[in-house]
């Protein structure tokens, strides 16, 4: 079993929807929590950054954190076509590594 | 400003041959990553360097794999006898400090290495 899993998706919505991510994982000791985006042949780019439990929004995208259920989601408020791309969490359970766990990430589309 | 800049872009190689993939982090940054990244998969933690510290190298999956940072700047990713099982995108990344209270790190394009 992986640490962290993501539905691979796809996933395709029409302009203006909600959309929600989730990955859920099994290390208890995670505490902090990323989502990033990652466009075609582009590398990853953070989106999000959350420590702990709770909610944490940024305009259009919403992160949150369920540290008790370890599940973690990403919700993007009217979704536009430029949002189009894979969406990867990532975590880790100490600040003295640079080690990042990622889920295998979400691919997103938006039809416009 | 300079992003991070990984090259080659892209690398075909046939198998057994070694390879070195560089990476040149944004300037300052004293953290630097290399993840892999398959098709369709996350990103696979390699090896993380900060500062002077003794690189973390639990996530190199052979003693194949082998990386170095001169100067605390540029590093190589060397893959000696290559495999098919190694073709992937390396990516390099790197951030001002430890990765947490708001350091954020950012990742180069990638090399994309095909054996053959």
């Known amino acids: 079993q992986k640490e962290v899993e993501q539905d691979p998706g796809p996933l395709s919505v029409p302009e203006g929807a909600i959309v929600s991510l989730n990955c859920t994982y099994s290390n208890s000791a995670f505490q902090y929590f990323m989502w990033y985006r990652q466009y075609s042949r582009k590398g990853p780019e953070l989106l999000m950054y959350?420590?702990?439990?709770g909610n944490k929004e940024d305009g259009r995208f919403t992160a949150q954190v369920d540290k008790s259920s370890k599940y973690i989601s990403l919700f993007i408020r009217d979704s536009q076509p430029s949002d189009s791309a894979t969406y990867l969490c990532a975590m880790s359970g100490s600040s003295n590594t640079g080690k990042l766990i990622f889920g295998q990430g979400t691919t997103l589309q938006v039809k416009p | 400003g300079a992003g991070v800049s990984q090259s080659p872009s892209n690398k075909v190689t046939e198998k057994g041959k070694d390879v070195e993939l560089r990476c040149d982090p944004i300037s300052g940054h004293t953290a630097l990553y290399w993840y892999r990244q398959s098709l369709g998969q996350g990103l696979e933690f390699l090896i993380y360097f900060q500062g002077n510290s003794a690189p973390d190298k639990s996530g190199l999956p052979s003693d194949r794999f082998s990386a170095e940072r001169t100067g605390g700047s540029v590093s190589t990713l060397t893959i000696q006898r290559t495999q098919q099982e190694d073709s992937a995108v390396y990516l390099c990344a790197s951030s001002l400090g430890q990765p947490y209270s708001g350091n954020t790190i950012y990742f180069g394009e990638g090399s994309w290495l095909t054996v053959v």
């Open positions: 959350t420590y702990s439990s």
